[in-house]
């Protein structure tokens, strides 16, 4: 563990990638990380799962070596807060002698009831229940929560209108050619379709990743079709592939 945080901090000192990031920067590649993992663990390669597990310990001591050089905290920091919150969160495994032996329910029962408890006095928002997640989940769940709060539009229609307004404001944001404008407003029309699949009952998550999974096959086929006509992808004009992403519609549904 010395050494990985040895050659982090020279890293930081000596490479010009690694000198230009932010904890900003960083955080998309914790959670490709994290889903690398996922995919690891599932495939059952206990190697590739030892491999990403590391991947994912660097975006950790990474940004801890960020925070320490600006004198915030630094990675034995971040390893003693998990150490106290773990040991506060199973008084029943610490403090065994003041507990009954507790099933995994009553477990669980008790570590919500300390999770709460740690989260007096701090400032809360009835959406603070909905975790974290990617994106589309996340986007997904708040405005579901947010619904059974009442705040929601009565239809699909109501919800379609939304988008069709966010649309035309991204248009403008284009037309002006506002970068900031074009992000917020395009987060804008994301989450407003996002609403839309909701009121129809439709997974956001399960749509894109469905649309993915087509447009890889459909990709590999044009590949395909490349390497038989002897040519590379880099070959071939945009009329060539979608001239064969049509075939690849038609042969592969």
């Not at 009831?113 to 989940?137: C, F, M, N, W, Y």
């Not at 506002?178 to 407003?192: N, P, R, T, V, Y």
């Amino acid at each position: 563990m010395q050494q990985l945080l040895s050659i982090m901090q020279q890293l930081r000192q000596q490479c010009p990638w690694d000198q230009k990031q932010t904890p900003e920067s960083l955080t998309q590649y914790a959670i490709e990380e994290a889903y690398e993992v996922e995919a690891a663990v599932r495939s059952g390669k206990v190697d590739d799962v030892r491999d990403e597990l590391g991947d994912l310990l660097l975006q950790v001591v990474f940004q801890a070596q960020m925070y320490s050089e600006q004198g915030a905290f630094d990675f034995q920091d971040v390893v003693q807060a998990i150490c106290d919150k773990l040991i506060r969160r199973h008084p029943h495994v610490f403090q065994a002698e003041q507990f009954a032996q507790l099933s995994a329910e009553d477990v669980a029962a008790l570590w919500k009831t300390i999770k709460q408890q740690e989260k007096q006095g701090k400032a809360k928002s009835r959406l603070d229940e909905v975790k974290h997640a990617p994106a589309l989940v996340q986007a997904q769940q708040i405005q579901q929560h947010a619904a059974q709060l009442g705040f929601d539009f009565h239809t699909v229609q109501d919800a379609y209108g939304k988008l069709e307004e966010e649309l035309q404001e991204l248009q403008q944001a284009i037309q002006q050619q506002q970068s900031d404008e074009i992000q917020d407003e395009l987060g804008d029309c994301l989450f407003s379709l996002i609403n839309v699949g909701r009121k129809l009952g439709v997974s956001s998550e399960l749509a894109l990743l469905g649309t993915i999974h087509k447009f890889r096959t459909r990709f590999a086929y044009i590949e395909d079709q490349a390497e038989l006509q002897q040519k590379t992808i880099e070959d071939m004009t945009l009329e060539e592939m979608d001239q064969l992403w049509e075939q690849a519609k038609q042969q592969l549904k």
